[in-house]
């Protein structure tokens, strides 16, 4: 079995150049990555595998793997997502990212927060699984009683009998819960956060911000001091950002949230605001809107004498003297 790794290693250069002329002639075309079988011998031959191409007379592979750092994290997606299918693996990605000249699964968990962040982060659905919960902790119950301990992430995602980690965490929100759950060893110390915790964090997010995009909803849970998106895509199984606001609005339809746009109070039954205030205040903004959108002046809803204005000059005069009588009354005292 070594002898023939020894063989190898001992071809000079020249023979490997012999050799990838002859792949080429083979194959009618310049031999790829995938069409070589002990790459290393090739990039430590001649420093990296386009080296060895040019050193063969070859033109290098044009799509050369580009400097991933100086990437943005949404360019990475964008490189890599076309060949992403929903579930996978970061290592079944392994197999298939050398062909594509792609970064390593490695390289991307480490960008991106972890593999399923990034799943999540590049919109591919990692929650559709056919197994039940049940199911799912009887295989991980299983797994473990083989192994002799509560088997770790890197078990499951290393054991091809068991779905990756990326979905027990999608179901039962980390590793502990599902141990707590499956009556294994486990850690209490981190206490669950609500669900209605949760369900508020998405409901007062949605009517602040709007329907935002991943990215920036990550950084307005950060800087609202809400729970994680993580933790806000598990809990609530969504398998994607639009399915997210999916669920945000039919939980406020189900828990019949006050419709003031700025207050995510509940509402007695068969009641559409929490209260007096929200509904004057709702009715004035939406006035407001409509009068913004017909280009009236905003006070009284009458014809203004200048467009840029936002008041006509009856409610311009008026609001000026009312100023004035304030400012001159302050002065007095
Ligand atoms: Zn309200
Ligand atoms: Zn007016």
Excluded at 54 to 63: D, H, Q, W
Excluded at 252 to 261: F, H, P, T, V, Y
Excluded at 283 to 293: H, L, P, T
């Amino acid at each position: 079995m070594r002898r023939k790794e020894t063989v190898y290693y001992n071809k000079t250069k020249e023979e490997l150049k012999h050799e990838l002329k002859q792949k080429a002639k083979d194959l009618g075309r310049t031999p790829r990555i995938k069409d070589i079988e002990n790459l290393t011998l090739y990039t430590n031959g001649f420093g990296s595998w386009n080296n060895a191409l040019i050193a063969a007379g070859f033109k290098p592979n044009p799509r050369r793997a580009p400097d991933y750092a100086n990437l943005s994290e949404q360019e990475l997606i964008d490189l890599v997502r076309p060949q992403l299918y929903p579930l996978i693996k970061q290592k079944e990605y392994e197999k298939i990212r050398k062909e594509f000249n792609f970064p390593s699964g490695a390289y991307l968990a480490v960008r991106m927060g972890g593999w399923n962040n990034f799943l999540l982060k590049a919109k591919i659905p990692i929650s559709t699984t056919t197994e039940t919960d049940e199911e799912l902790i009887a295989m991980y119950r299983r797994l473990s009683d083989k192994l002799g301990y509560p088997a770790k992430i890197s078990d499951l995602n290393e054991s091809d009998e068991i779905p990756n980690y990326s979905i027990f965490n999608t179901r039962f929100d980390g590793i502990n819960n599902l141990r707590r759950l499956a009556g294994l060893p486990h850690n209490e110390s981190r206490p669950m956060i609500k669900d209605e915790e949760i369900q508020n964090a998405l409901i007062f997010v949605r009517k602040k911000y709007g329907e935002i995009e991943y990215m920036e909803l990550i950084e307005v849970l950060k800087t609202e001091g809400l729970p994680s998106a993580r933790t806000l895509f598990i809990r609530l199984k969504a398998d994607g950002i639009k399915h997210l606001w999916e669920i945000a609005k039919e939980l406020e339809e189900q828990l019949n949230i006050c419709k003031a746009s700025d207050c995510t109070n509940k509402c007695s039954p068969r009641k559409s605001y929490c209260s007096h205030t929200c509904r004057h205040r709702e009715s004035g903004r939406r006035r407001r809107e409509r009068r913004i959108a017909l280009g009236v002046c905003l006070q009284c809803g009458g014809e203004k004498d200048r467009p840029e204005s936002d008041h006509c000059s009856e409610c311009y005069a008026y609001f000026h003297k009312r100023y004035k009588n304030s400012t001159t009354a302050k002065m007095d005292t």
